[in-house]
């Protein structure tokens, strides 16, 4: 059974193959007659193509011979096409080669009459008629150079290009008027009232006829004359309108105020006008200083030797520079204004190219002008104060003053204008600055050491030194910024650091309290000269209560405490010590009375009467005392206190000191029967006394 098992399994397994190769032969069938059949309609489609191509080829054949045909046809008429266009454009260009050569030759000979009758009243179309010249010149220039009508129109043209330049001159001559000063105070005044505007130097229109002539000069004409011309005559107009402000303002000053009114010209200003009657307050006061003047004149001249000391003659003077101080002031505002003004006119007419250099040439003679002007303060104040005529740096502060406030303004205008111009302004500063610091430095130096103690006030009032001194260190007040420039400049000048308006008030502030110092110095000095010690308390009372009332009173007192901060304790001190001082020349009069405090001890006889010695002794006294007070007052009556309310509280301290002593005295003593003739030893009542008090101070009395 087992060897039957074995020889069925290798049976089994062919058989298997055998099917299995079967399978595979009918597919192989199969497929390859599917393969035969894509075959067939391969070859029956290729078949196909090939009819349709030789179809196409033959197709295009057919097309292509024909358009060789066409081709053959078309091309001769294209040709002659194409030739006879090139005639025609040879045609139209000769045409107007010819029609342009006419118009060059019409233009030279249409124009002459033209050019001859010039170019005023008709600038554009003058204009117009050069640029054709132009054209027709440089034609024939480029295309006939030795034709006569090369020769014709180059005359036309310089002909021109003559009216044209003449035309500009006359326009500006025509125009170029100086502005009137009151237009001029109107134009400064502007800043604070904001109704006014700018003012026309020229009509708008001759504006624009200038500029179009200054550009075809400056292009197809090739000339820069013009600009010569615009700036010799508006640095004229300019340098005239500056002398007519301080023309007007000299009239002014003489009692003619009706000068300005009268001068006329054909600008206006672009707003509405002010009302003229307000325009005499256009000028502010530069300072509040005649009655300073005066003072400060008459003490300067008294201290000149051979000075005749007038002050009438010294008020003189100090007007004049006052009016040329106003003069200088309202001149610079009004430079500055012109020449903003003429920088606007010059932009609309004058190239671009040129405008710094041609600025220059028109504000040089009046930048100078005005410089000389300032120069010319400096001179006279300077020569002044070396005489020791300290009001004329008065006129400087204002300068300087303005000076600066405009400095800012007038350094935009020059930028870009030559070294000289830019410079003039600023010399003159630093001269003035330099002036004032030695003035300054010297004016300290004066007040620490006069030496004069001839003038001495015969009375004890305030010395002229000290109501001097106050006088012009009140003005440093309004000048702060001013003070410390020319104190800077100073070797010993110290600058605090912090707030730049603090540092200037500081160090303005240590100058007046230097000043003072040496004034409080130099007036001990003075005061140790009177034989009377009591006058020379009353001199040093009344001084040092006019210095502090009066720093008091301007505000000046809150300067020098920024330097100085016990300032106004320390001259109560001294007034105080000086009043203890002068109530002491009333100890001989109390001294006669001194019992009203520890009464003598009368001595009487058996018969309650006074013994003689007693008499004699009460008779003393009322005699002392009568006679002392009389001296006295023979003395103090010629004593003068200029403050009211110091002449009323010495008065009543007086009394408090001498009255309530002498009643108490007089209650005590005078019914004693002393004396048989009472009224021959108590000859004032305690009223009549606090009278005669009432009367001291008072040299009328």
């Not at 099917?19 to 894509?38: A, M, Y």
């Not at 196409?56 to 266009?85: C, D, G, N, W, Y």
């Not at 130097?201 to 200054?214: F, G, Y």
């Not at 009655?291 to 100090?318: C, H, N, Q």
Request: charged share 30%; glycine share 4%.
């Amino acid at each position: 059974m087992s060897g039957r098992r074995q020889n069925s399994t290798p049976n089994y397994l062919m058989i298997a193959k055998m099917e299995d190769s079967t399978q595979k032969i009918v597919e192989l069938d199969e497929k390859l007659e599917q393969e035969q059949k894509d075959l067939a309609f391969i070859r029956e489609n290729l078949d196909k193509s090939n009819h349709l191509t030789r179809s196409m080829v033959s197709i295009l054949s057919s097309f292509e011979s024909r358009l060789k045909k066409l081709e053959e046809t078309i091309l001769p008429v294209h040709m002659e096409t194409v030739a006879l266009q090139h005639l025609q454009a040879n045609v139209e260009k000769s045409l107007k080669a010819f029609d342009e050569v006419l118009t060059y030759h019409n233009v030279v000979r249409d124009a002459e009459q033209f050019i001859k009758e010039g170019s005023s009243g008709r600038i554009e179309d003058y204009l117009r008629k050069m640029g054709e010249i132009q054209e027709a010149r440089d034609y024939f220039k480029e295309n006939n150079p030795g034709s006569p009508e090369l020769a014709k129109a180059d005359s036309q043209f310089t002909m021109g290009k003559e009216s044209l330049e003449n035309e500009f001159r006359g326009l500006l001559n025509r125009h170029s008027k100086p502005v009137p000063a009151i237009m001029i105070l109107d134009l400064i005044e502007e800043d604070e009232d904001e109704g006014l505007h700018a003012f026309e130097h020229l009509p708008e229109k001759t504006v624009d006829e200038l500029s179009l002539i200054a550009k075809w000069l400056q292009g197809p004409g090739e000339s820069f004359d013009f600009i010569d011309v615009y700036h010799s005559i508006r640095a004229s107009a300019l340098k005239r309108s500056i002398e007519g402000i301080k023309d007007h303002l000299m009239k002014k000053s003489g009692g003619s105020a009706s000068s300005g009114h009268a001068m006329s010209s054909p600008m206006n200003l672009k707003g509405k006008s002010k009302d003229p009657t307000k325009r005499s307050s256009l000028i502010k006061p530069i300072m509040k200083k005649s009655s300073a003047y005066l003072l400060i004149a008459s003490f300067e001249s008294a201290k000149r030797p051979g000075s005749l000391g007038s002050p009438s003659v010294d008020m003189r003077e100090e007007a004049s520079m006052d009016i040329e101080t106003e003069q200088f002031i309202v001149g610079l505002l009004a430079l500055l204004k012109l020449i903003q003004s003429e920088a606007s006119l010059m932009s609309s007419i004058i190239p671009y190219e040129h405008h710094r250099k041609t600025f220059d040439k028109i504000i040089d003679r009046s930048m100078d002008m005005v410089a000389q002007d300032g120069q010319n303060i400096n001179a006279n104040a300077k020569r002044a104060i070396g005489k020791h005529e300290f009001s004329a740096l008065l006129s400087i502060f204002p300068v300087l003053k303005h000076l600066n406030a405009c400095k800012a303004e007038f350094d935009e205008q020059l930028t870009g204008t030559a070294p000289s111009t830019r410079h003039k302004l600023p010399d003159l500063m630093r001269t003035l600055q330099q002036t004032g610091s030695n003035a300054l430095d010297e004016f300290f130096e004066i007040v620490k050491n006069d030496p004069d103690k001839s003038n001495m006030p015969k009375d004890g009032t305030v010395h002229e030194l000290t109501s001097n001194a106050v006088i012009f260190l009140e003005n440093l007040q309004e000048f702060i910024d001013t003070t410390s420039s020319m104190l800077s400049t100073q070797k010993d000048a110290i600058l605090s650091r912090g707030n730049e308006d603090t540092a200037k008030k500081k160090l303005v502030a240590a100058y007046i309290a230097k000043v003072l110092g040496a004034l409080g110095l130099n007036l001990d000095q003075k005061a140790k000269t009177y034989n009377d010690q009591y006058l020379g308390a009353i001199f040093l009372l009344n001084n040092y209560h006019y210095l502090l009332k009066s720093l008091q009173r301007s505000g000046l007192i809150q300067l020098v405490m920024c330097s100085n901060p016990d300032v106004e304790s320390h001259y109560e001190q001294i007034i105080k010590d000086q009043k203890v001082e002068y109530t002491k020349s009333w100890s001989r009069v109390i001294t006669q009375i001194h019992e009203a405090n520890r009464p003598y001890v009368l001595e009487r006889d058996a018969g309650g009467k006074l013994k003689d010695r007693e008499r004699q002794h009460i008779k003393d006294k009322f005699k002392g005392f009568n006679t002392e007070l009389e001296d006295l007052f023979k003395v103090q009556k010629c004593y003068a206190v200029p403050d009211e309310q110091l002449r009323a509280m010495l008065r009543e301290e007086n009394k408090v000191t001498v009255i309530n002593a002498y009643r108490t005295f007089m209650e005590r003593y005078s019914g004693t029967n002393f004396t048989k003739n009472p009224e021959k030893y108590i000859k004032y009542q305690p009223e009549q006394v606090g009278g005669m008090i009432d009367r001291f101070f008072d040299v009328t009395a």
